[in-house]
């Protein structure tokens, strides 16, 4: 079938989930009725695991840096669904990722620049408490007490 070569030129390129491949294949005109059966297939032959995409995206990110609010959105924009186990993960590696971003950074000792630190943070996925709390942990005892100089 011509639709079944298709998806296979599409996942060759890269692996894609479930609602991607339903996407790029609803942009070269088949039919949902069509895509349907061909979505089921590729599931059962294995060339489709949403649940396994997920998790080695989560993994590629969290090693990047990247925070639980972030990874929650590009899950998101790659129309996989979200199930506990997959939040459970996200929440696990949340002190990972942050650690891995605040290591590619140098922690500052005024305050400006902390606060600087945090709001990077911040924009890369990480809640303000957490980001915080785990920046506090992760600093040397220098920079505990920066008194009259913040």
């Known amino acids: 079938m011509y639709i079944e070569k298709e998806a296979v030129k599409i996942l060759a390129r890269r692996s894609r989930t479930s609602g991607e ?12 009725e069509s895509i349907s059966p061909v979505l089921e297939k590729y599931r059962h032959l294995g060339y489709l695991n949403d649940e396994e995409e997920a998790y080695r995206s989560i993994e590629k990110w969290e090693k990047k840096g990247y925070g639980p609010q972030w990874i929650l959105y590009q899950l998101k924009g790659r ?9 459970k993960k996200i929440k696990e590696g949340e002190k990972k990722s942050l650690a891995v971003f605040l290591a590619k950074k140098k922690i500052k000792s005024s305050f400006k620049e902390q606060r ?35």
């Not at 491949?21 to 039919?31: E, N, P």
Request: with cysteine; charged share 30%; hydrophobic share 40%.
């Open 21 to 32: 491949l339903c996407d790029a294949l609803l942009k070269k005109g088949f039919s949902k």
């Open 116 to 150: 600087g630190l945090i709001a990077a943070a911040v924009r890369r996925g990480f809640d303000v408490e957490s980001a915080w709390q785990i920046f506090e942990e992760n600093r040397g005892d220098e920079y505990r007490h920066c008194g009259d100089e913040c």
């Open 79 to 87: 129309k996989i669904a979200l199930t506990e186990a997959l939040l």
